[in-house]
Every structure is written in structure tokens, then in C-alpha cells.
């Protein structure tokens, strides 16, 4: 693919208009011999490690490197400058492909769970070397919402519905240097991980190592992290215009009085921050949306400093860690 000429001068209007642009439609129109279906995903031809999901979010495992939008995929993978790349995505030459979801998603797999280890030692290892707390991670073992797959060992983070029914799952794996993730076929996206309290607050995070940390900064902070509950998204998108699956369906089967977005820190954590928030204030007025941003890339980041410092006292009002315990 031929990168426009370089300039460093971009208009907000073709940022904005280059980050609606959609990775698989694009790629449909100037890569369409490339793409490959697998399950729920694509692939490249070119690349059989590369794993691009429907909502535009894309790993090359073999180069350790992923991105959520069309944006970062020119620049990681066409080795495009930031100007160069918006000027492909918003140029008058690529015309965006406006399909439904039923058009361009593949029909979803009879989902299953894998099959369970016969116990999950590797699992709470694992936990325990990110930082998680043991009392949570048994609390979620306890549940259903974590275990040690047989065949693998990976760690499974499982998604239920309203009934206890499982219909998502995420596998991670427990070995300290692979960054192998995938989510099990067939998963529903709009039941992502969650962990269950008792009270209104709702913490929104992008993936469930991410709400246990936050579960396990709650508590080291002395707060009762059961009180409260905790959501993984499964990854976020820029949109704009539709909240998250997993969080839609959350407002519409529980009642919350506070929603606490902490996503990363970084482009795409924030952009998609911004945008839920404001879509909370304009759909859900009776919410009280916060954002709470770690100082870190990510809360296990922050939380395994915090552990490194040695469990220093609570931190400052001025700091922004503050909000989880509020």
C-alpha cells in the first residue's frame, strides 16, 4: 500500500473523520485479497499471526504489536507517520463501506467453555505474580468466573448472563513471557467479565486483569471491594455514537448511581473515555459518570508499583488514584 505524501499538517475535521473509518472495511476495499476469516476474526494472508476483530481491534503477535482502530494499524504495520495515515483514511479516494453489523460480522459459533483443568494452580499463580490479591481471585475461582483450562493452562476469564449461564470467555496465558490472549469462539461480547457487589458503583475497565487490580487497589486502600462492582469491557472502540456492549447491557439489566470509567492511559483508553462519558451524560442523565485515570499505563501497572513501593500509605488528595477510593 502507497503512503500519501508526508506532511505534517492534518485538520481536526480529518482526524475525526479518519478514526470513523473502519479497519475491515478498509481493509475490505485496498487489501481484499489479504483478508481471512477465522471464527469471529480476520486474519492476513501475508501475516497468519495477525488477529483483527470486528470491532477494529488488531494484535501481530509474532511482532508483539496491536492497535484498536485503522489509525495505529498504518502506522505499526505500513510504517506510516500520523499525518501520513490520516490523510489515507480521510482522503476523498476511500469511500467508507457503511454496512450493518449483521453484513459485515461473521455468524457467531455455538459457544462453549473449554474444558477445566483439575485444578487451577497455574491460574492463581499467575494472578498472584500480576498482583491480585489471593481473597479475590478465590472469590472469583469460587464463582465461575475464573479457571485453569485443561488443555492449555491458560487462565479463563468467563462472561455470564443474567441466568449464570457463561456466554463469553477470554483466554490468557499463564506463562510470564507470552502475551498470547484470545477470546474463545463464539463468545457474546455483551457479557463481559464482571465482578458483582453489593453496592451502585459500577467500575468500567478494558480487561479483567485490569478490574481485579482495581478491586485489589480498593482494598489495599482499605475499602471494602466487595461493596462495588467491576466490569470488563474485553477492549474498547472509538465510537462515538454506541456505548460498549458489554456496559449497554450492564445499564439495561442493573441500576448503578455512579459509573467509574478507568480504561488505560493511553490514546485509545482516553478517546474511548471521553466518548462514553459523554454518551452517559446524554443517555443516562441519572448517572453520575467519573473518569479515573491511572498514573500508570493500565491499574495493574499501578498496582504492581504500588506493591513495589512497599504498600506506602494512601496517596494524596492531589493524586488521581484518589477516586478509587471514594
Request: include cysteine.
Amino acid at each position: 500500500m502507497a503512503a500519501a505524501a508526508r506532511s505534517d499538517r492534518v485538520t481536526a475535521e480529518q482526524i475525526e473523520r479518519a478514526r470513523g473509518v473502519d479497519l475491515i472495511a478498509f481493509l475490505r476495499q485496498y487489501e481484499p485479497g489479504e483478508l481471512k476469516r477465522i471464527g469471529q476474526s480476520w486474519t492476513l494472508k501475508s501475516h497468519d499471526s495477525m488477529r483483527i476483530s470486528a470491532d477494529g481491534r488488531w494484535n501481530w503477535f509474532s511482532q508483539q504489536i496491536g492497535g484498536g482502530d485503522a489509525i495505529s494499524y498504518l502506522q505499526k504495520v505500513h510504517s506510516m507517520t500520523f499525518p501520513e495515515a490520516i490523510r489515507i483514511l480521510a482522503g476523498e479516494d476511500y469511500q467508507a463501506l457503511h454496512t450493518d453489523e449483521s453484513a459485515r460480522e461473521p455468524p457467531r459459533k455455538e459457544f462453549s467453555l473449554p474444558p477445566r483443568n483439575q485444578n487451577n494452580r497455574r491460574a492463581f499463580a499467575y494472578l498472584c505474580s500480576r498482583g491480585i490479591d489471593p481473597e479475590i481471585i478465590n472469590h472469583c475461582m469460587r464463582r465461575g468466573l475464573i479457571y485453569e483450562d485443561a488443555q492449555h493452562h491458560n487462565v479463563v476469564f468467563v462472561g455470564h448472563d443474567e441466568k449464570g449461564t457463561a456466554k463469553y470467555a477470554m483466554l490468557r496465558s499463564t506463562v510470564s513471557t507470552s502475551s498470547f490472549k484470545i477470546e474463545q469462539a463464539g463468545s457474546d461480547k455483551s457479557y463481559g467479565f464482571c465482578m458483582q457487589g453489593r453496592g451502585s458503583t459500577l467500575y468500567v475497565c478494558e480487561a479483567a486483569i485490569d478490574a481485579l487490580s482495581v478491586a485489589t487497589l480498593r482494598k489495599l486502600g482499605g475499602r471494602d471491594w466487595r461493596q462495588d462492582n467491576y466490569l470488563a469491557l474485553g477492549g474498547v472502540t472509538a465510537s462515538a455514537e454506541k456505548l460498549p456492549l458489554a456496559l449497554e447491557r450492564m445499564l439495561q439489566s442493573s441500576s448503578f448511581n455512579r459509573i467509574v470509567l478507568s480504561l488505560d492511559n493511553d490514546e485509545p483508553g482516553q478517546r474511548a473515555s471521553r466518548n462514553i462519558f459523554a454518551l452517559l451524560q446524554r443517555r443516562y442523565p441519572q448517572l453520575e459518570p467519573k473518569v479515573c485515570v491511572p498514573q500508570e499505563k493500565d491499574f495493574n501497572d499501578q498496582l504492581r508499583v504500588k506493591l513495589q513501593q512497599n504498600a506506602q500509605p494512601p496517596p494524596s488528595r492531589g493524586t488521581r488514584e484518589l477516586d478509587l477510593a471514594k
